[in-house]
């Protein structure tokens, strides 16, 4: 057990080892940790953004599906209710027409039965005529009896 | 060893705890005396540390780190947390810190040099002391530097220094100053030279025992060590003999395996103590 100078060369060789250390090899892996450290910390927020944004993006997803089956609801009914309008209002025209063309027919008819009873009360004033000539077997004027035969005509309407 | 006879048990142990110098140490203390071996093994040990870790930090990556490279974080970060739990000034911890990663490794090593074989580098050194026409017998060599006090108590010193440059540069030198005369008991002009003397006891026991901690878990290491190679060298054909042999290899092997647990906390112990003391220059009584 003998003190030396060996005492002082440890000495000094220690704080050159620690200066050293302190500049060449402290600095680099402390940056080397703190830089990892950022890192981890930095995908770990990131990864939580993800999620939220997901999270976000599947709440989006669900509204808009669920705003257009809405939409498509009120279009459909909108659809329907437009096509019974069309069916309604055509059925209206067709009743409409088939009224006018009732009515047009009723007219028409009457027309003709007018017609057919004026010519058929002309047939039964000349039948009349007829008929009193071969009974009072006598020609008769019509000329004078165009009163008598107005008459007749008349009261057979 | 080339002997006509072989060494008895104290030769072969004398000769393994006799420094190689560069000239006969007269008395107990003796300044112009070097013990080569010591600074030798010091040194190398200590560069090869710090240019294997400076050759690790100039490639570290903040990506996924190797092995080697997890390893050394492992350590720097325990280094980086005890330094960051005590020492309580950022300014101070630039230095500090670094210094307390280069005490752990650099004694961890050191103490290392324990576990390798007990006659391996000294028998390889006296081959080479021989070959250069020297007498092997002349051929010392201490192969743990923290198993020499001068070497302990040489990093301790340094320690001391920084609590004084630190105590200095935090407190201011007045303050320092006021402080060794009246604390720890009080500031009556009648206490101070106790105060004093109490001041200079701490600071010269804090040393001592920083650097004889170590020096003696190591020496007593190295010589237990010793001693088991001696019950292995006790083998002689016989069956006593034999019975010691194999307790040797007993022995060592526990010895050893329990040595790796003492090297690593002694460092670790060194280590601590170093920024305790650091932290305590920067606290005012």
Known sequence: MNLNATLFAQLVVFFILAWFTMKFVWPPIMKALDERAKKIADGLSAADKAKTDLQLAEKKVV????????????????????GAQLVEEARQEAAQIIAQARKAAEGEAAVAAQRAKEALREQVAALAVAGAE??????INAQVHADLLANLKQELK | MATEHAPTASEYIVHH???????????????????????????????????????????ATSGVPGRFQAAVEIVVEMVADQAKGIVHSPESRKFVAPLALTVFVWIFLMNAMDLLPLDLLPNIWAAIYGAAGHDPHHAYLRVVPTADLNATLGMSTAVLLLCLY?????????HWIHELFTAPFGAHPLLWPINFAMQLIEFLAKTVSHGMRLFGNMYAGELI???????????????????????????????????IL??????????????????????SH
């Open chain 2, 262 to 283: 003492i090297i690593t906390l002694q460092a670790f112990i060194f280590m601590m103590l170093t920024l305790v003391y650091v932290g305590q220059a920067h606290e």
């Open chain 1, 63 to 82: 509204d808009e599906l669920k705003k257009a089956r809405e939409s498509a609801t009120e279009l459909r009914a909108g659809a329907e209710k437009q």
């Open chain 1, 134 to 139: 071969r009974i009072l077997r006598k020609e």
């Open chain 2, 225 to 259: 060590f010793m001693l088991i190679a001696l019950m292995g060298a006790a083998w002689a054909g016989t069956v006593g003999s034999g019975l010691l042999w194999i307790g040797g290899v007993i022995a060592g092997t526990i010895w050893a395996i329990f040595h």
């Open chain 2, 17 to 59: 705890l006799t420094f190689l110098t560069n000239k006969k140490q007269a008395g107990l203390v003796d300044w112009s005396v070097f013990h080569l071996d010591t600074l030798f093994i010091s040194i190398g040990i200590g560069l090869l540390a710090v240019f294997v870790l400076a050759r690790l930090a100039a490639r």
């Open chain 2, 166 to 174: 630190y105590s200095v540069k935090i407190k201011g030198l007045g």
